[in-house]
Nanobody
Framework: VQLVESGGGSVQVGGSLTLSCVAS????????MGWFRQIPDREREGVAA???????SLADSVKGRFTISRDNVKNSVYLQMNSLKTEDTAMYYC??????????????WGQGTQVTVS
């Protein structure tokens, strides 16, 4: 399975970005999918997850600012990020996850897209 993230970039504080994750090799609509972020030398953080029925979960740090969605026709998952803060700077990854746990199935893990907020 291949997950390819895109949409990252450099943005000013208060700006917005939309990340995309396109899957090939499997139909991800039947899985809980999540967005994670990581900064060097820090633990991976679960940011948002969306279950197969559309139920979403968001980390407290992004509630009210980020939205996760999916398009099963396009076999894709998205992360809309608004009101970005410097602390949102990280590499963002798309992955298959377990509802309620932020556990990652590394068989479904993308290469990441960098988000830099300054």
């Amino acid at each position: 399975v291949q997950l390819v993230e895109s949409g990252g970039g450099s943005v000013q504080v208060g700006g917005s970005l939309t990340l995309s994750c396109v899957a090939s090799g499997d139909t991800i609509g039947r899985y809980c999918m999540g967005w994670f972020r990581q900064i060097p030398d820090r633990e991976r953080e679960g940011v948002a997850a969306i279950e197969s029925d559309g139920t979403t979960s968001l980390a407290d740090s992004v509630k009210g600012r980020f939205t996760i969605s999916r398009d099963n026709v396009k076999n894709s998952v998205y992360l809309q990020m608004n009101s970005l803060k410097t602390e949102d700077t990280a590499m963002y990854y798309c992955a298959k996850t377990v509802p309620g746990s932020w556990d990652v199935d590394f068989g479904y893990w993308g290469q990441g897209t960098q988000v830099t907020v300054s």
